[in-house]
């Protein structure tokens, strides 16, 4: 292999190790979740069919028009179109023409029937908007889950490296006889115990990649990681009214909107079952030709003479020549088109009377849709308000928490260091110098928690105050 070619191979071995160890940020994410996600996509194509609907409502406004053509051969026994006799004899026939109807008045519902699907129209993309937050919401908590368990496993790779230390520390000192064989065991003991919990933070950040990835509609691979940027604790912020945060939220929530609507397209159902009861003016027509094999024509006369037709008041005799046909033929297939072209114009009016009591089942059914809606836009609004007020008191107890795990993860550190020095100077045994330092490393953990729940917390309270979705 030239040497060309080698460093070819490694450029693009180098290419493809660059591109699969790519990194995601939070909007990158939230990005690719939204044109990705199966749920999302199904909002997506929930909406596309409701524009299909209003598009179908708006072509009702036409005309029908349909055209036909037929191609039939009689055998034995059957009666000529043309001279409506019997004949015995093959005979084929043709039939052509166009029909169209126009609806001139039916109760307004094609008018009403589009107004509702506009309606509809509109919900389904509030429901899309409804399903777009909902997920960037997910892939916000997944994102930080992932920086929790992230910065969880250095805080435990961090105590690990620490106990490492003391270990090789006291072997020496076990060596040069200062200590006995138990610190050491001790020792071994926790490192062994931190190299656990090393690993227990590991499958906790595989996990919450895999609830990421999910959300992304991506395959797990472990080369595939997220920025990990520094997020700050929320800074101190005025205390948030519910009832405004509620107020304002309500006046652009996709949900609440959603079912406003939906609840103006089942009144405009009803009004369109009503006008079922309605009578239907349609106008019809339609332009519509033949041709058969018996419908003949002659192709020249021989003169016989006169005949007498009738006398007239004098008895005198009124004559006419008459000929003979010397032969005949089918008239040609376009002479018959053109011949038999014949055209209609009519209007029918249509007035319901007895339909199986469909039209009032319709109406009865309408009305149970609408109080229907009332009740799920009511529902939506209390939800709505529940989720609110449940988003700002999980804020004000993130905070609390956060604040009363951070003094004990202050406290806990102080101890946790008197706790080494003492122990490394021989005044603390191991025992106790185990429980200052596993004491210390759940209050870390815990305020870990802590924060990123309250980080969470605020960016929830955020979302629903209007604003953007970041880390920062």
């Given at each position: 292999?030239?040497?060309?070619?080698?460093?070819?191979?490694?450029?693009?071995?180098?290419?493809?190790?660059?591109?699969?160890?790519?990194?995601?940020?939070?909007?990158?994410?939230?990005?690719?979740?939204?044109?990705?996600?199966?749920?999302?996509?199904?909002?997506?194509?929930?909406?596309?069919?409701?524009?299909?609907?209003l598009n179908q409502s708006k072509a009702n406004y036409l005309p029908t028009v349909n055209g036909f053509g037929t191609n039939n051969f009689n055998f034995g026994r059957s009666i000529d179109p043309f001279t409506n006799t019997f004949q015995n004899q093959q005979i084929r026939s043709n039939n052509f023409g166009v029909t169209g109807s126009v609806v001139l008045f039916n109760g307004l519902q094609n008018y009403t029937s589009m107004q509702q699907n506009e309606l509809l129209y509109k919900a389904s993309e509030y429901d899309l908007n409804q399903a777009i937050n909902n997920l960037s919401l997910s892939v916000a908590n997944a994102y930080l889950t992932i920086l929790l368990n992230d910065e969880i496993l250095s805080s435990a790779r961090i105590q690990a490296e620490n106990t490492k230390k003391q270990l090789e520390r006291t072997e020496k000192l076990y060596n040069a006889g200062s200590v006995s064989i138990g610190n050491v065991l001790d020792l071994k003991a926790q490192y062994a115990n931190e190299q656990l919990n090393i690993t227990?933070?590991?499958?906790?950040?595989?996990?919450?990649?895999l609830v990421l990835w999910q959300l992304l509609e991506l395959p797990y691979d472990e080369t595939n990681t997220i920025e990990k940027v520094a997020v700050d604790v929320p800074k101190e912020e005025p205390?948030?009214?519910?009832?405004?945060?509620?107020?304002?939220?309500?006046?652009?929530?996709?949900?609440?909107?959603?079912?406003?609507?939906?609840?103006?397209?089942?009144?405009?159902?009803?009004?369109?079952?009503?006008?079922g009861r309605s009578p239907k003016l349609t106008m019809n027509g339609s332009v519509n030709t033949t041709y058969s094999q018996s419908f003949m024509r002659s192709t020249g006369y021989d003169y016989l003479g006169t005949r007498i037709l009738y006398f007239d008041q004098n008895n005198v005799p009124v004559t006419a020549p008459y000929y003979s046909s010397t032969g005949t033929e089918v008239t040609p297939f376009n002479q018959q088109l053109k011949d038999n072209l014949g055209k209609s114009l009519g209007f029918t009016l249509s007035v319901p009377v007895l339909n199986n009591w469909q039209v009032n089942n319709n109406i009865q059914r309408s009305k149970i849709s609408l109080e229907r809606s009332k009740l799920n836009l009511n529902q939506t609004r209390n939800q709505v308000y529940r989720t609110i007020t449940q988003a700002?008191?999980?804020?004000?107890?993130?905070?609390?928490?956060?604040a009363a795990a951070m003094n004990s993860y202050e406290a806990g550190n102080l101890s946790y260091k008197n706790a080494e020095q003492r122990f490394n100077a021989g005044a603390m045994n191991f025992t106790d110098y185990t429980v200052s330092k596993n004491n210390f490393m759940r209050a870390e953990a815990t305020m870990l928690q802590a924060k990123y729940e309250f980080i969470f917390r605020q960016r929830v309270v955020d979302f629903y105050n209007g604003k953007p979705i970041t880390l920062q």
């Amino acid at each position: 292999m030239s040497t060309k070619s080698f460093l070819l191979i490694v450029l693009l071995s180098l290419s493809s190790f660059a591109r699969a160890q790519k990194k995601w940020g939070l909007q990158e994410c939230i990005d690719y979740a939204l044109k990705n996600n199966l749920t999302v996509q199904q909002s997506a194509l929930n909406n596309k069919d409701s524009k299909v609907a209003l598009n179908q409502s708006k072509a009702n406004y036409l005309p029908t028009v349909n055209g036909f053509g037929t191609n039939n051969f009689n055998f034995g026994r059957s009666i000529d179109p043309f001279t409506n006799t019997f004949q015995n004899q093959q005979i084929r026939s043709n039939n052509f023409g166009v029909t169209g109807s126009v609806v001139l008045f039916n109760g307004l519902q094609n008018y009403t029937s589009m107004q509702q699907n506009e309606l509809l129209y509109k919900a389904s993309e509030y429901d899309l908007n409804q399903a777009i937050n909902n997920l960037s919401l997910s892939v916000a908590n997944a994102y930080l889950t992932i920086l929790l368990n992230d910065e969880i496993l250095s805080s435990a790779r961090i105590q690990a490296e620490n106990t490492k230390k003391q270990l090789e520390r006291t072997e020496k000192l076990y060596n040069a006889g200062s200590v006995s064989i138990g610190n050491v065991l001790d020792l071994k003991a926790q490192y062994a115990n931190e190299q656990l919990n090393i690993t227990n933070a590991q499958n906790q950040v595989k996990l919450a990649y895999l609830v990421l990835w999910q959300l992304l509609e991506l395959p797990y691979d472990e080369t595939n990681t997220i920025e990990k940027v520094a997020v700050d604790v929320p800074k101190e912020e005025p205390a948030i009214s519910t009832n405004a945060l509620v107020t304002s939220y309500s006046a652009r929530g996709p949900e609440i909107q959603s079912a406003e609507i939906r609840l103006l397209a089942a009144q405009k159902g009803l009004t369109l079952a009503k006008s079922g009861r309605s009578p239907k003016l349609t106008m019809n027509g339609s332009v519509n030709t033949t041709y058969s094999q018996s419908f003949m024509r002659s192709t020249g006369y021989d003169y016989l003479g006169t005949r007498i037709l009738y006398f007239d008041q004098n008895n005198v005799p009124v004559t006419a020549p008459y000929y003979s046909s010397t032969g005949t033929e089918v008239t040609p297939f376009n002479q018959q088109l053109k011949d038999n072209l014949g055209k209609s114009l009519g209007f029918t009016l249509s007035v319901p009377v007895l339909n199986n009591w469909q039209v009032n089942n319709n109406i009865q059914r309408s009305k149970i849709s609408l109080e229907r809606s009332k009740l799920n836009l009511n529902q939506t609004r209390n939800q709505v308000y529940r989720t609110i007020t449940q988003a700002v008191l999980d804020l004000e107890a993130a905070k609390a928490r956060y604040a009363a795990a951070m003094n004990s993860y202050e406290a806990g550190n102080l101890s946790y260091k008197n706790a080494e020095q003492r122990f490394n100077a021989g005044a603390m045994n191991f025992t106790d110098y185990t429980v200052s330092k596993n004491n210390f490393m759940r209050a870390e953990a815990t305020m870990l928690q802590a924060k990123y729940e309250f980080i969470f917390r605020q960016r929830v309270v955020d979302f629903y105050n209007g604003k953007p979705i970041t880390l920062q």
